[in-house]
């Protein structure tokens, strides 16, 4: 079992706890209603606390609950199920009090009351908000720490709940409690990367491409990243000329595994990425968190053929394992990179040149200028092997990627032997649309 998967079914199984020991304590002096109402609203501010320490981007969060880029899909499945059980919560509440004790407390709202919908209608917009796609990535980070703030007033509800309106006993106060230390120091912790998270690194060097530009960054003070793995990302954090402000994007590390001098490959493919073609110059300071993730190609399986399907500067990751790799691996790989024409293919001179030096390593290279567009079946096609036969790795697109993987698994692949990266967190429409933008 994945540790992903292994982290998604501790989280049901505290949450289903959480919610089972309300119901117990609470039932007997509240009526079924009223119980199930406090059950709903305890496993949400449960859940929001553990999610705002799954939205931290710390090794922390890797070691226990998983690879960042598989959490992010977590943490987006939690935010909607717990803003669905607040709500549950505040719609039940008014009737429970009104069928089991014939009160409606909306005749007089105390502050318990207040708290409880403020941080609902907070909680909801973030949600809402999140969920469209219009709202470019930069706003909606912004609007999404609205949820840090509703969770905080939320504390401050259910704080008031239990002293004021004797909700609960002990152990619901000490669980309360509990999920309130995560929650809280959560947010401390966000708050103190926002400020000072980070080593400092320089731009060393920069090398530019059709439509992208690789940066070699060195250490620029004492502090350093640990050794990367291959195909691991970075979050870069700088502010370009002209900004008023930093802004932190992800990117995948392309240099050799562990080395001390980092790189990345900057495609432009919307607002930040267009400017930083020519904003990062010899000499600019980032600051770099991680690394972070585990799309690890040429990690164990050395049995089994690898297929790296890259899209565009979906190469990144396999860049890195190319130049990580021995000469003498044994195991065969065949790379399929897909672009829509050789000028448009990241690092394609380099790439071919270690394809003719590499025994293990043959390439397929298809544009889409010449090929027509790819889908799952074509590059299945490109590939030239059994799906059954190979470890998958795929890294572009989203759209790409879930039609490879769909094809895959209808030709019989095993999902467990199917690894992708998706090079968006949040499906928003870039803030401009870069010119024509297709990669394959
Ligand atoms: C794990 C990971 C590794 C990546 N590695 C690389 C790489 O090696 N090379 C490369 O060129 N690109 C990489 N990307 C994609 C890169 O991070 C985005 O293209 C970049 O952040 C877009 O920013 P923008 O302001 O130019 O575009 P926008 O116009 O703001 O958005 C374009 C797209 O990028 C997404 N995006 C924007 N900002 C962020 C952000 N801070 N975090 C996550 N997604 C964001 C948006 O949701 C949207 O889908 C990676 C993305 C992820 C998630």
């Known amino acids: 079992m994945t540790q992903i998967r292994r982290t998604s079914r501790i989280i049901v199984g505290i949450l289903a706890a959480v919610a089972a020991m309300t119901v117990g304590v609470t039932v007997s002096a509240t009526g079924w209603l009223a119980a199930i109402a406090l059950a709903l609203g305890m496993t949400a501010y449960a859940a929001m606390a553990m999610n705002i320490f799954l939205g931290l981007r710390r090794p922390i969060v890797e070691r226990l609950a998983g690879p960042l880029d598989q959490v992010r899909g977590l943490h987006r499945t939690l935010g ?5 059980a ?3 919560h505040m719609i039940l509440i008014p009737i429970a009090s009104l069928v089991d004790r014939g009160i409606n407390i909306l005749d007089n709202p105390g502050p318990p009351l207040m708290a409880g919908i403020l941080g609902l209608l907070l909680t909801v917009g973030s ?3 999140a969920m469209n796609r219009r709202i470019p990535y930069d706003r909606w980070v912004k609007v999404h720490g609205a949820t840090v703030i509703a969770f905080l007033i939320l504390t401050l509800h259910t704080v008031l709940s239990s002293i004021l309106w ?5 152990t619901v106060f000490v669980t309360n409690g509990v999920f309130a230390a995560v929650g809280v120091l959560s947010v401390l912790l966000m708050a103190l990367d926002r400020f000072r998270g980070g080593a400092a690194y320089t731009v060393a060097s920069v090398t530019r491409h059709a439509r992208s ?6 250490p620029a003070g004492a502090k350093r990243l640990r050794p990367h793995r291959v195909g691991q990302f970075v979050l870069l954090t700088a502010q370009l000329d002209g900004d008023t402000g930093e802004e932190t994007h992800p990117f995948t590390v392309t240099a050799s595994a562990g080395s001390e001098r980092l790189s990345v490959l900057i495609r432009d493919a919307g607002d930040w990425t267009h400017r930083a073609q020519n904003g990062l110059v010899e000499g600019s300071a980032v600051r770099l968190r991680g690394p972070f993730g585990g799309f690890t190609p040429q990690d164990p399986q050395p049995d089994r053929p690898q297929v790296w399907v890259a899209a565009g500067s979906g190469i990144t990751p396999f860049l890195s394992a190319l130049r990580t790799a021995a000469p003498d691996a044994e195991q065969p790989v065949r790379l399929v990179y897909l672009a829509r024409n050789a000028s448009d293919a990241p690092a394609l001179t380099e790439v071919c040149t270690r394809a003719e030096t590499l025994p293990w390593l043959s390439l397929r290279t298809r544009f889409s200028e010449q090929e027509g567009r790819a889908d799952g079946a074509a590059v299945v096609t490109a590939a030239g092997i059994d799906p059954r036969e190979a470890d998958w790795f795929l890294c572009g697109p989203g759209e790409l990627v879930a039609a490879l993987r769909a094809e895959l698994l209808a030709r019989g692949a095993h999902a467990g032997h199917i690894h992708s990266e998706r090079y968006a967190w949040r499906d928003s429409a870039p803030v401009r649309t870069p010119e024509k933008s297709a990669v394959a």
């Open 80 to 84: 909607i199920l717990l803003t669905a």
């Open 213 to 218: 530009v690789e940066v070699v960054l060195a």
């Open 127 to 129: 949600i809402v908000l």
């Open 86 to 88: 607040i709500a549950g």
């Open 166 to 170: 004797g909700v609960g006993d002990l």
